[in-house]
């Protein structure tokens, strides 16, 4: 399976770069966005997470595949300082102080949560303004904002659904509630956890089609797949983890799942 393969006029339709992102020809210039070296995650005896090294370049879309409970999860909440870590995180050369996570929002180092976590009781336009804060406190800067009517540009379903509450939606639209929350916050790093996590096919597929377009407008994405072959389609890189431990970073293209992927493809033709 080779990877970025697009999907025909999928990106041909996209809306204007978001804030913030890189253009693509800037991606191998720059240096890394973020940098994590020898992180690791436990909860009690539980190690989680066992001194994982990887990095993200700006523009760049990076894959971290594994099975269930290789400490994917856990590793993207140490990177967003949702929960306690050791090591060495730096985000565009600045160290981060691990475990805060307000620090890495104000820095851009957002994450779009497994299972969305929503409010459910609030509108969809007050779940997207809280992505806002990082970068403005005000509600009223928030709506006056272009970041604020860009969103609507990528999503626009969601423009009409505004007043909605987010609990009655299903759990595609709230999805696309949670990567517009992501993007408003104006990401430099956007962590993306299991995004189509019971999902069906046809909505899978629709998120993927938005995922590949913000790759290709430059927004620098650390994506977290359970399945390799979705996510090597649209990743530059791959990180392996397996048991806590990140067992590879290379090219998607040079990735043992793609090439799994091309020798399954070749002997179904």
Request: glycine share 10%; aromatic share 4%.
């Amino acid at each position: 399976m080779a990877p970025r393969t697009g999907r025909g006029s999928a990106s041909s339709a996209a809306p204007p770069a978001p804030a913030g992102v890189a253009r693509q020809s800037d991606r191998q210039q720059a240096g890394p966005a973020l940098d994590v070296v020898g992180v690791s995650v436990t909860y009690g005896k539980f190690i989680a997470v066992e001194h994982a090294s990887f990095s993200v370049h700006t523009g760049e879309c990076v894959a971290m595949v594994g099975p269930n409970g290789s400490g994917k999860s856990s590793l993207g909440m140490a990177v967003a300082g949702l929960v306690p870590a050791r090591g060495s995180i730096r985000v565009d050369g600045k160290q981060a102080p691990l475990g805060d996570a307000e620090w890495m929002a104000r820095h851009g180092v957002i994450l779009v949560p497994e299972r969305r976590q929503l409010f459910p009781d609030m509108s969809v336009e007050d779940n997207i303004l809280l992505g806002c804060y990082p970068w403005t406190h005000s509600l009223r800067t928030a709506r006056r904002s272009a970041t604020f009517e860009e969103i609507y540009t990528w999503f626009p379903a969601l423009a009409s659904r505004r007043k909605q509450l987010a609990g009655t939606m299903s759990g595609g639209e709230q999805q696309m509630v949670a990567l517009a929350r992501g993007l408003a916050s104006r990401p430099r790093v956007l962590i993306i956890d299991e995004p189509c996590l019971g999902l069906a096919e046809a909505i899978s597929v629709r998120v993927y089609e938005l995922l590949e377009q913000l790759t290709e407008k430059g927004q620098t994405v650390l994506l977290i797949e359970e399945d390799p072959y979705r996510a090597l389609r649209i990743s530059h890189r791959v990180v392996q983890v397996e048991r806590g431990l990140t067992r590879a970073v290379e090219p998607a293209a040079a990735s043992p799942v793609a090439d799994e992927g091309s020798a399954a493809g070749e002997g179904d033709q």
